[in-house]
C-alpha cells in the first residue's frame, strides 16, 4: 500500500510554521486555529478526497489518513477541519449532479466551508435513531426546529450536513427510515443560533438551535427519509481518519518521551536506561504498530470497496487505545514536567482522550463487533 511519503513530507514540512507554541496560545485562549486552517486549505489538503472533476485532487482515503496523522504526528490538531474530508462524502455519494456542482468545487477552492456535521442530540446521544429535531414540508422549503449538540466547528464553517426526522417515529416502517439529510446554509440563516460549550480541550465545539430555520427543499439530500443511510455511509471514512489522527498523537508522545528519556538524567543515569521506564514506552510502541496495521486494514478495505463497518470500528477504537497509553506512557516519562504546558504533553494527552468517546463510543463499538462479528444478541 502507498505510504504517500511525499504528501508526508510536504504536510509536516507546513506543520512546521505552526509549532507547538501556535497550539499552546489557541488552546489557552480557546481560539479556532483559523491560520492553520486557511493554510491546509490554500494547499489543497482539506479537497484532498474531492474528486479532480470537481476540483479537488481526487486522491484515495489513504492519502487523507497520512495528512490527518502527519498534522497530528507534529503535535497539531486535525480537528479544527477534519470533517471537511468526511462530511462532504454524504454530498458526493448521495447529492445530485446539481448540488454537487454547486457546492463541490467552491469547497474545494477553500471558497465554502464545509465543516459542520449536526447529527448528536442531547437527548439521544448515541441513539440516533431516537433524534427528535423535525424537518416539516411547507411548500418548497423545509422547517427545521429542535436541537443539536456536539455540532463542531459551527461557527467556523458556512455548510452544515444536518440530520433530522422528516416522518414521525411511530410512522415508519422500518426504525432506521424517516430521518432525511440537508445541507444547511448557515451563512444567513433566520431562526439559527449557535452557542459555543466550554470544553476540556480546544475543540470549538456548540450547542446549535433550530427555530423555524427554512431549508429549501433543493438542499435534501437525496431521498427524503432515506438519510440515516446516508449519514451511515460515511462514518466507516470518518473513523478510519480519526483512527489516523490517533495514530499520529500515539507517534507525537512516543518521539517526545523517548528523547526525553534519553536526555533526563535522574541518580546519575538517563531515566531511559530504567526499564520501569523503557518497558511502557516500548510497550506503547508495539500498540501503535498493531493499530497501524489495523488501520491500514480497514482503509484498504474501504479503498476496494469491500464491506469496512467492522475495521473501521475497530481500528478507530484500537487507535484511540493505542494513543492514549502511549500519552499515558509520556506522562509517566515526563514526570512533572508532563503538567507543564510548553512541553505540550498534557495539551495532547486531554486532546487524544475525546477519541475514546467520539464520533462513537468504545461500547458501541464492542457492542457492534459482539453483535455483527460474534453474533451475540443485540444488546440496544
Ligand atoms: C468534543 C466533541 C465533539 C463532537 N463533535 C460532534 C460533531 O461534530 N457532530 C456530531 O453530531 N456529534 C459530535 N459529537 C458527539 C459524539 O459523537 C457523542 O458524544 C458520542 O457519540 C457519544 O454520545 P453521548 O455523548 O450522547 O453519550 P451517550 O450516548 O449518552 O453515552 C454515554 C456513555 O454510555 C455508554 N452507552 C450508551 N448506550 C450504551 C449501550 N447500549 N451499551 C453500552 N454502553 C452504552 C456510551 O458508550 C458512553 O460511554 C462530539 C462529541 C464531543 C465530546
Redesign the pocket.
Known sequence: MNDWSDIRTAVAKLCGDFPGDYWRAKDKADEYPVEFVQALTREGWLSALIPEEFGGSGLPLSAACAILEEIHASGGNGAAAH?QMYVMGTLLRHGSAEQKAQYLPAVARGELRLQA????EPTS??DTLSLRTTATRDGDNYLINGQKI???RARHSDLMVLLARTTPKDQVTKRTEGLSVFLVDMRDCPGLSIQPIA?MMN?G?TAVFFDNVRVPAANRIGEEGQGFRYILSGMNAERILIAAECLGDARFFLDRATAYAKERHVFGRPIGQNQGIQFPLAQAHARLHAAKLVVADACRRYETGEVAGAEANMAKMLAAEASWQAGEAAMQTLGGFAFAAEYDIERKFRETR?YQ????????IL?YVAEHILGLPK??
Open positions: 470533517a456535521f449536526g447529527v448528536t446521544g448515541s456536539w455540532t463542531s470544553t475543540h465545539t475525546l468517546v467520539a464520533p462513537v463510543s468504545t461500547n458501541l457492542a444488546s440496544y
